[in-house]
């Protein structure tokens, strides 16, 4: 399966220590997600869509495990969406 990078805006909290946590992020058509939970954060390359270096966070979306990622060099956000 294909997959293409979905860049998105992100409502971000950031705590005294610089620790960054996604509240929630808006999809390309105006669709706002909350973030239920960050499951885990670390860098890593995105599964589908290239090699940069990005930054992953595993989150909960709705009850569902999503992957959300932001770009180091740019610190754009950006999700994997499978093209059908």
């Known amino acids: 399966m294909d997959y293409e990078k979905v860049y998105v805006a992100v409502t971000l909290k950031v705590d005294r220590e610089g620790n960054v946590r996604p509240l929630s992020f808006e999809w390309e058509d105006g669709r706002v997600f909350a ?6 954060q670390g860098m890593a390359p995105a599964r589908h ?6 930054k992953r966070f595993d989150i909960k ?3 569902a495990e999503r992957e959300l990622y932001v770009e180091t060099r ?11």
């Open 35 to 40: 973030v239920d939970r960050v499951l885990s």
């Open 74 to 84: 740019t610190n754009r956000w950006f999700v994997e969406k499978p093209l059908v």
């Open 49 to 54: 869509v290239g090699a940069i270096l990005t």
């Open 61 to 63: 979306v709705s009850g």
